[in-house]
Each structure stands twice: as C-alpha cells, then as structure tokens.
C-alpha cells in the first residue's frame, strides 16, 4: 500500500504530466572546469556536491533548464571576460553534441515543446552578469548569435552601465548616478530588438525601476525571492513585484536557503568574517600555483560553512511562491532555483529530481491545475514566447 496520502499522488501525477523549466543553473562551470558529463552521476572525486545532472532532471521531470553562463570578476581580468564567455558557452554546445539523443540546444519557446515531445533534454543559455559585454553591443549580439537568450543585467558587481543591488555605487556625490547610464538603456533596447531577455536579478532597485522605464519587453527576475519574508537586497520588494507584473513579468523562485529564510540569512551573516577568510586562505594558495580559484573549491568552503546552520524548513520556500503569488498574481512566479550555484537548499530539497515536492507542498496548499502549471512552466513559456514577438513585430516594420 502506498504511503503517499491522495493529495500526494496527484501532485506527482500532475508533476509528470506538467512542462517544467528553472529558469537558472550554474553547471557550465562543472562542465569546462571540472571536464563532467551532464549524462555522469551529480558526484565527482572533485565535487561531491552537484545538484543537477540528466538522471535527476529525469527523476523531478525538468524538461527544460537555462544554464547560466558567469564569469567571476574576481577571477578572471576584464580582458578575459569574452573568451571565458565564449569557453562556457562551447561547454553546453559539447554537451549537446556528445549526447545529440538525449540533449537539445534549444533557443525558442517551440525547440523547448519540440526537444520534450522527441525525449530529450532542452537546454538553454542565460549570461549572468553583464560585464561580459565588455560595453560591446556587438558581443551581446555575438552571444545571442551562439543561442544566449537572456542576460542578467549584474551579478554582485556593478559594471560600467548598471548596478548591482549588492555593489552599491555612491550617492553623497551628485555627479554619480545609479541605475542604468545612457549606454545601459542602449543595452535593454538592442536585448528587446534581438529578442532576448532582460533579467533583473542581481539589480539594485535604481536599476530596476530604469529597466521598467526603457523596456518594450516584459521581463524576468531569473533567481530571486520576496524582501519582505527574507532582507536581502538580492530579493524582490513588494513594490517591485507589483511592478514586474504589470510589466508582464515572471519572478522566478530562489531555492537559496540565506534568500528565503530570515533566520539562516542572519546566522549566515554571522559567519561572513570567517568565511572571508577561508576564502583569501584559497587565493593565496591558488595564487601560488599561478592558478584561477576554481568555482567548486570555493562552493565547498560555503558548503563546509552552511552545514554549521540547521537547513530551514521546505514551508520557508512554498511561502516566497505564496507571497509573491498573492502579491503579483498566479501570472508571475516561476522556477529559478540557482542550482550549482548556492551552498544550501531548504531541507527535502537536494537536487532537481526533489522538483515533484515542490508541486506537492503547492498543492497541499489549495493550488490548482491550471496555477500549478502556470508556476512550474507556463509563465515563464509566456514571456520567452512574447519577447522575440516582438523583436519580430519591430523587423517587419508598421
């Protein structure tokens, strides 16, 4: 006899039937850095720690994933931000092309529908952070030549043409501004006439409201959750919420235990002079070897340090779905868990093939079908379907 109660049973049945998407994963590093196959176990003799590989994507029934591509500004000099780029984006196509059966390049709303109904895997791209540009409009459209389909505008730094929300430039000296500069907004309007995705995660709320006002597009935030249940500036205010929606928008759900929890974001907190310090212990010793400080050395300092706190519950991630749902409407909450690129995930939740509970606790929350899938897929799928409409409307011309 099963143990699962009939509300569990339907969930998983919906679960498996539903098209879903995360809107954000870190594994290209695993890729190039760690030479891993996405078809291998999440485990290596260097990482023991991934969160999402096929096998688990299968088990949570993930059709479709936007893998970011970040190149850390602390690592690598600017001159080296394009050909890091250029490397990572190589390392999804090289996947691609050693499993052509079981994965799929995938650019378009209708390629994602296409790779499901054939059985593989879609796999998509997203620049995380825009100093990859190099203040380039030409290597944005490079990029999205080589099948990017959103950039996340900052990372933790401010770049030249926008700021980040946890990079804060000046504001006693009146002749800096924060937000988008002019070239910034030049920046948005070549993103909507290509089709690509504009993504607010990682801005400062200056910045954010800059977007809104030089967008013809709606836009995503990618991985974040709500301010008001967890203080952190990589979270979304209420007020922003409300924006983003009647923008068109899709905030996509932060599985990161420091941004949906209060209090393990304050005992996180306390640990950061520790954690600093661990952390220049590791450069210096890289820097010895004349060596870059590879991603999963310094993810498993965080891991050593996370698992100090006690994991927060499953329930503190169903409430940022619950508040940002009744704050910006069932239309605008998706997926973005930030696999492969945290230290910690919510108890219960250990990799993508842990997806189906997240729709079980939605639904032992009075969710329905139709919201259900709307969160797990369909807001997303609505907004990459609108964006390179409209970039098509605008080439066609009145």
């Given at each position: 006899?099963?143990?699962?109660?009939?509300?569990?049973?339907?969930?998983?049945?919906?679960?498996?039937?539903?098209?879903?998407?995360?809107?954000?994963?870190?594994?290209?590093?695993?890729?190039?850095?760690?030479?891993?196959?996405?078809?291998?176990?999440?485990?290596?003799?260097?990482?023991?720690?991934?969160?999402?590989?096929?096998?688990?994507?299968?088990?949570?029934?993930?059709?479709?994933?936007?893998?970011?591509?970040?190149?850390?500004?602390?690592?690598?000099?600017?001159?080296?931000?394009?050909?890091?780029?250029?490397?990572?984006?190589?390392?999804?196509?090289?996947?691609?092309?050693?499993?052509?059966?079981?994965?799929?390049?995938?650019?378009?709303?209708?390629?994602?529908?296409?790779?499901?109904?054939?059985?593989?895997?879609?796999?998509?791209?997203?620049?995380?952070?825009?100093?990859?540009?190099?203040?380039?409009?030409?290597?944005?459209?490079?990029?999205?030549?080589?099948?990017?389909?959103?950039?996340?505008?900052?990372?933790?730094?401010?770049?030249?043409?926008?700021?980040?929300?946890?990079?804060?430039?000046?504001?006693?000296?009146?002749?800096?501004?924060?937000?988008?500069?002019?070239?910034?907004?030049?920046?948005?309007?070549?993103?909507?006439?290509?089709?690509?995705?504009?993504?607010?995660?990682?801005?400062?709320?200056?910045?954010?409201?800059?977007?809104?006002?030089?967008?013809?597009?709606?836009?995503?935030?990618?991985?974040?959750?709500?301010?008001?249940?967890?203080?952190?500036?990589?979270?979304?205010?209420?007020?922003?919420?409300?924006?983003?929606?009647?923008?068109?928008?899709?905030?996509?759900?932060?599985?990161?235990?420091?941004?949906?929890?209060?209090?393990?974001?304050?005992?996180?907190?306390?640990?950061?002079?520790?954690?600093?310090?661990?952390?220049?212990?590791?450069?210096?010793?890289?820097?010895?070897?004349?060596?870059?400080?590879?991603?999963?050395?310094?993810?498993?300092?965080?891991?050593?340090?996370?698992?100090?706190?006690?994991?927060?519950?499953?329930?503190?991630?169903?409430?940022?779905?619950?508040?940002?749902?009744?704050?910006?409407?069932?239309?605008?909450?998706?997926?973005?868990?930030?696999?492969?690129?945290?230290?910690?995930?919510?108890?219960?939740?250990?990799?993508?093939a842990d997806l189906p509970k997240i729709t079980?606790?939605?639904?032992?929350?009075?969710?329905?079908?139709?919201?259900?899938?709307?969160?797990?897929?369909?807001?997303?799928?609505?907004?990459?379907?609108?964006?390179?409409?409209?970039?098509?409307?605008?080439?066609?011309?009145?």
């Amino acid at each position: 006899m099963s143990s699962l109660t009939d509300n569990q049973l339907r969930a998983n049945e919906l679960h498996a039937s539903s098209l879903v998407i995360d809107g954000h994963a870190d594994t290209p590093q695993r890729f190039l850095d760690e030479a891993w196959d996405f078809a291998g176990p999440l485990a290596t003799p260097q990482n023991s720690g991934g969160m999402l590989n096929l096998d688990s994507a299968r088990a949570g029934n993930l059709a479709a994933e936007f893998f970011a591509i970040w190149v850390d500004p602390g690592q690598f000099p600017p001159s080296a931000f394009a050909h890091r780029t250029r490397a990572l984006i190589d390392a999804v196509h090289q996947q691609v092309q050693r499993h052509p059966t079981e994965l799929a390049l995938c650019t378009s709303p209708a390629e994602i529908l296409a790779a499901k109904a054939s059985g593989r895997f879609a796999m998509l791209m997203g620049i995380e952070g825009g100093h990859v540009i190099e203040n380039s409009l030409e290597l944005l459209r490079v990029y999205h030549a080589l099948g990017v389909r959103y950039m996340t505008l900052t990372w933790i730094n401010s770049n030249d043409w926008a700021e980040s929300s946890t990079d804060l430039r000046p504001t006693d000296d009146s002749s800096l501004s924060g937000g988008l500069t002019p070239f910034g907004i030049e920046v948005i309007a070549e993103m909507n006439r290509l089709g690509m995705m504009v993504d607010v995660s990682h801005a400062s709320d200056r910045t954010f409201a800059d977007v809104l006002d030089a967008t013809r597009a709606p836009v995503i935030a990618s991985h974040s959750s709500a301010r008001a249940l967890t203080n952190s500036p990589r979270n979304l205010a209420d007020d922003q919420l409300r924006a983003l929606a009647a923008n068109g928008g899709v905030c996509m759900v932060n599985f990161y235990s420091v941004f949906i929890d209060e209090n393990y974001r304050q005992a996180w907190a306390s640990l950061r002079e520790e954690r600093s310090a661990a952390h220049a212990a590791l450069v210096r010793d890289c820097s010895a070897r004349d060596e870059f400080v590879p991603f999963h050395l310094s993810n498993a300092i965080e891991r050593d340090f996370a698992a100090r706190i006690p994991r927060p519950p499953l329930s503190s991630l169903i409430d940022h779905f619950d508040h940002i749902i009744r704050v910006a409407g069932i239309d605008h909450v998706g997926i973005g868990t930030d696999f492969d690129g945290i230290s910690c995930l919510p108890d219960g939740i250990d990799s993508t093939a842990d997806l189906p509970k997240i729709t079980a606790a939605l639904s032992e929350r009075g969710y329905s079908t139709t919201h259900l899938q709307k969160i797990l897929g369909g807001n997303l799928m609505r907004v990459f379907t609108q964006t390179p409409s409209l970039a098509d409307r605008e080439k066609r011309g009145p």
